[in-house]
């Protein structure tokens, strides 16, 4: 488990104030924080936090932001349960409990020299860009860099400015979907399954990150495999179930793994075998 907080802030929140916040669609919202200590968060792309609500409990939330970005850092909340109905109703100057960041994170040093493939559906995402964004703000670090996103719907879409962004960069690569368009939707419809034909990542230089629902993992592996992408280069981010976030309360237990201290970044080699990680 990575953190940069003391022994204490594992157990004892620190408090953040929420400096923007706003709605991305009709059940994401987005919030930008900062500690009140002063200090950085100091995460690494794909780990997550706690954040709680006074009087009402707290639930982990993925880190969105790429710790490239200094003196705040962002998460995207949807609206599923108590906490995050109360974190909804929070708005810009009101505070919160954090602690973390925990857990793994995506391989943003052992890829460096790598192309990478992203694909993400839906609320995926936003913790996905946690590691887009940083390897954005390392362009040279990286060779290729593709990135998939799915979303349900085009009113499911979000962080729509950044994406059109990405789409006019002349080295990288975006590709989007949506399973049902409407009569603004101009691009791909279909799943996100369906992008794979329009890409051809090289097997022995691809690390393939993938984030998204549950349903879309078995679906999107099988279509990395057919790649000749290798167990050990296709990435998954497992954050099912995950509650109090230092491997106490066992609601995240795979097995013999614990999503939140083990994960939430997996490889594909470590958890493929395993019918209960998707």
Request: charged fraction near 20%; hydrophobic fraction near 35%.
């Amino acid at each position: 488990m990575a953190t940069a907080m003391n022994d204490k802030s594992l157990y004892a929140p620190v408090i953040a104030t929420i400096e923007e916040a706003k709605m991305l669609t009709t059940t994401e919202k987005y919030f930008k924080l900062k500690l009140n200590n002063g200090n950085e968060l100091g995460h690494k792309p794909g780990q997550f936090v706690e954040v709680s609500v006074l009087g009402i409990g707290e639930a982990p939330i993925s880190i969105s932001s790429s710790p490239t970005q200094k003196g705040y850092f962002e998460l995207v909340v949807r609206n599923a349960g108590n906490v995050t109905g109360a974190l909804h109703k929070l708005e810009a100057g009101s505070t919160v409990g954090i602690r973390g960041p925990f857990g793994t994170n995506f391989p943003y040093e052992e890829t460096k020299g790598r192309d990478i493939l992203f694909v993400a559906g839906g609320l995926g995402l936003a913790p996905a860009r946690s590691f887009i964004n940083y390897v954005l703000d390392n362009r040279g670090d990286y060779k290729d860099v593709t990135i998939l996103f799915g979303a349900k719907s085009p009113t499911e879409r979000f962080f729509t400015d950044e994406l059109k962004k990405i789409s006019e960069m002349k080295d990288v690569n975006l590709l989007e979907t949506v399973d049902n368009g409407d009569a603004s939707w101009t691009g791909n419809t279909g799943v996100i399954t369906t992008l794979f034909s329009k890409i051809n990542p090289n097997p022995n230089t691809t690390s393939c990150v993938v984030v998204g629902p549950p349903i879309m993992y078995k679906f999107v592996i099988a279509e990395a495999k057919k790649k000749d992408i290798t167990d050990d280069n296709i990435i998954v981010s497992l954050e099912r179930n995950m509650k109090c976030g230092v491997g106490k309360c066992g609601h995240c237990q795979i097995n013999n793994l614990y999503c939140c201290q083990d994960g939430p970044v997996f490889t594909l080699a470590e958890v493929g075998q395993i019918p209960e990680a998707f």
